[in-house]
T-cell receptor, first 112, second 109 residues
Framework: DGGITQSPKYLFRKEGQNVTLSCEQNLNHDAMYWYRQDPGQGLRLIYYSQIVNDFQKGDIAEGYSVSREKKESFPLTVTSAQKNPTAFYLC???????????FGQGTRLTVV | GIQVEQSPPDLILQEGANSTLRCNFSDSVNNLQWFHQNPWGQLINLFYIPSGTKQNGRLSATTVATERYSSLYISSSQTTDSGVYFCAAANTGFQKLVFGTGTRLLVSP
C-alpha cells in the first residue's frame, strides 16, 4: 500500500524524556515536512527537508531535531527542551516544487 | 513571510445549503492548496490551485492571484462535509506551506 505512514498514532511521554516520531513514505517524493497542530489552530512548520542529508528549520524548530539519512524516512525527535510538546504532529511530502503536498495521518503526543 | 487569513472562522449550515469559504493571502503565491480535516485529524487534499478554477463534484475552488485570494465553494452540503477546512499558501523557493487558522463547518441534517 503506497503512501505516508506515521507511527505511532498515539504517544505518551513523561516530562523530561525525549521521544521520536516516525514518518516513512514510499512515494519517492524528494521533500518532506513536519508540522505541529495545537487544538483549534492551523498547522505550523517545524522542520523540512528537500533532499537526503539536508534539512532546514521551520518557524518553531526550538526543542525539536530531525535527520534525513534516507529518502524514505524523516524522523522527528521531540526533546526535553520543548516546553509544550503536547500536540498533534503531521508529516507531509511533496514530489517536487510546484506540486501538491500530501499528509500522513498524524501522531498525537501527550506529555503526562 | 506570507500571511494567510481565512473567513468565516465558523459556519453552520442546514443540509442542502451552499457555502463559500474565503482565503486571503498577503503576497503573491506559487502554491495554494485547500484541505479538509476530518474528525480524526487527517488532512484530505481538496485542491491544488495556485491560480484559476477547478471543480470536483460538489466542490469547486477559484484562486485570483492578482487579487490575493482564493475561494472554496461547497454546493448542496452534506453532513459528511462537516469538519475544518484549511487553506495553505507558499511563496518561497522551498514552498513552505503557511496555513490559515481554518473554517470550522458544521452541516446539520
Amino acid at each position: 500500500d503506497g503512501g505516508i505512514t506515521q507511527s505511532p498514532k498515539y504517544l505518551f511521554r513523561k516530562e523530561g524524556q525525549n521521544v521520536t516520531l516516525s514518518c516513512e513514505q514510499n512515494l519517492n517524493h524528494d521533500a518532506m515536512y513536519w508540522y505541529r497542530q495545537d487544538p483549534g489552530q492551523g498547522l505550523r512548520l517545524i522542520y523540512y527537508s528537500q533532499i537526503v542529508n539536508d534539512f532546514q528549520k521551520g518557524d518553531i524548530a526550538e526543542g525539536y531535531s530531525v535527520s534525513r539519512e534516507k529518502k524514505e524516512s524523516f524522523p522527528l525527535t521531540v526533546t526535553s527542551a520543548q516546553k509544550n510538546p503536547t500536540a498533534f504532529y503531521l508529516c507531509a511530502t511533496r514530489q517536487a516544487l510546484n506540486t501538491e503536498a500530501f499528509f500522513g495521518q498524524g501522531t498525537r503526543l501527550t506529555v503526562v | 513571510g506570507i500571511q494567510v487569513e481565512q473567513s468565516p472562522p465558523d459556519l453552520i449550515l442546514q443540509e442542502g445549503a451552499n457555502s463559500t469559504l474565503r482565503c486571503n493571502f498577503s503576497d503573491s503565491v506559487n502554491n495554494l492548496q485547500w484541505f479538509h480535516q476530518n474528525p480524526w485529524g487527517q488532512l484530505i487534499n481538496l485542491f491544488y490551485i495556485p491560480s484559476g478554477t477547478k471543480q470536483n463534484g460538489r466542490l469547486s475552488a477559484t484562486t485570483v492571484a492578482t487579487e490575493r485570494y482564493s475561494s472554496l465553494y461547497i454546493s448542496s452540503s452534506q453532513t459528511t462535509d462537516s469538519g475544518v477546512y484549511f487553506c495553505a499558501a507558499a511563496n518561497t523557493g522551498f514552498q513552505k506551506l503557511v496555513f490559515g487558522t481554518g473554517t470550522r463547518l458544521l452541516v446539520s441534517p
